[in-house]
């Protein structure tokens, strides 16, 4: 049975820097495009980074610059390491991972991704 599991959140005062991880079981990274999404309360998840099958990177136009997606294919995880932090990054983060290659790949679309991590909780104050 695939299980994602994410840790590294936290609180932190703007301008400082977490790492989240999300260590996989019965999946492998690399294989299908992955991602982080993130919702706060009362607002739609939104897509925060992607990664494609070729080590391709996407982001959110919000934290461009200042996050960074990565995988490490001998310890199966997933890393999104976050940086310049701000109040407005306060929300519960997720992993996901596809299970189906899509040709033409919308990675901040919800739908494409089949497993998802509990979620980790980042809270930023200033």
């Known amino acids: 049975q695939v299980q994602l599991v994410e840790s590294g959140g936290g609180s932190v005062q703007a301008g400082g820097s977490l790492r989240l991880s999300c260590a996989a079981s019965?999946?492998?990274?690399?294989?299908?495009?992955a991602a982080w999404f993130r919702q706060a309360p009362g607002k739609e998840r939104e897509g925060v980074a992607g990664?494609?099958?070729?080590?391709?990177?996407s982001y959110a136009d919000s934290v461009k610059g200042r996050f960074t997606i990565s995988q490490d294919n001998a310890r199966n995880t997933l890393y999104l390491q976050m940086n310049s932090l701000k109040p407005e990054d306060t929300a519960m983060y997720f992993c996901?991972?596809?299970?189906?290659?899509?040709?033409?790949?919308?990675?901040?679309?919800?739908?494409?991704?089949?497993?998802w991590g509990q979620g980790t909780q980042v809270t930023v104050s200033s």
């Open positions: 996901a991972a596809a299970t189906v290659y899509y040709s033409r790949p919308m990675w901040s679309l919800p739908t494409q991704y089949n497993y």
């Open positions: 019965g999946y492998t990274f690399s294989t299908y495009q």
């Open positions: 990664i494609g099958t070729d080590g391709s990177t």
